[in-house]
């Protein structure tokens, strides 16, 4: 997946204004109060906006300081999902899975969309075609 400055700049401002912080200013100020704990270097209010107009992406100690300011996840800041975390989620349903199944979801969650949907073809063609299945089932077909 590619990072979008644009969008990584919408999703700053949406959470920004989620957490309470009117302004670019009230985040650089609560990024200055974070980076005085942790020995980090500070954001200016300049800085902050440029985050947020797409001009920039935070580098990566600024997004871990987002992450914690803002509550919000790195995946979703960068990327608008959390396919990981929700993944781990996910979990504990999935503890009968196989090693091999497991690293399957994995891709098909990482996919695009019309990736995942070549991805269930090939699968149904596959499983169509074995000659020992280890199960009777059919694949949903995708809409």
Known sequence: MKIDPLEVGKRIKAAREAAGLRDCAAL???????????????ASPETVRLWEAGKHIPPWDKIDQLREILGIDEEELLFGQKRDSQLRSERPRLVYLT???A???VVFRHASQPAQKRILATAQSLADDDPAPTADFHLLKSK
């Open 103 to 105: 690293d399957l979801i």
């Open 99 to 101: 090693a091999l199944e």
């Open 28 to 42: 650089a100020g609560k990024i200055f109060q974070n980076s005085k704990k942790k020995g980090r270097t500070k």
